[in-house]
Nanobody
Framework: QVQLVESGGGLAQPGGSLRLSCAAS????????MSWSRQPPGKGLEWVSG????????YYADSVKGRFTISRDNAKNTVYLQMNSLKPEDTALYVC??????????????????????WGQGTQVTVSS
């Protein structure tokens, strides 16, 4: 069955960095777009970043553009999120999600829940001094 397992979260200081990983199994990873979303404490899910099946195209929410980098290694069935210049407002549960297709039909597709069919349990990121 499809499994998405996130790791790499933890406590970071403001201005610090963390690298999240999402290990995928149970499906042809290289055929699907993947994304990262986050859920801050007491708030709803917020899309953060997405990457097409081949890794050629990446997309970011304005709140993380220039600080976060999404990438994937299709040989390792893993998608990553490099987070630099972390801010306290980045504190959230970060969730990896598998898209239904290899690329988004529009730039707004990343934000639509019905575009995804599987997601992981998440990894907690806390940014605090």
């Amino acid at each position: 069955q499809v499994q998405l397992v996130e790791s790499g979260g933890g406590l970071a200081q403001p201005g610090g960095s963390l690298r999240l990983s999402c290990a995928a199994s149970g499906f042809s990873f290289s055929n699907y777009a993947m994304s990262w979303s986050r859920q801050p404490p007491g708030k709803g899910l917020e899309w953060v970043s997405g990457i097409t099946d081949d890794g050629d195209d990446t997309y970011y929410a304005d709140s993380v553009k220039g600080r976060f980098t999404i990438s994937r290694d299709n040989a390792k069935n893993t998608v990553y999120l490099q987070m630099n210049s972390l801010k306290p407002e980045d504190t959230a549960l970060y969730v990896c999600r598998k898209m239904l297709r290899s690329f988004p039909t529009s730039t707004t597709s990343w934000r639509n829940a019905y575009e995804y069919d599987h997601w992981g349990q998440g990894t907690q990121v806390t940014v605090s001094s």
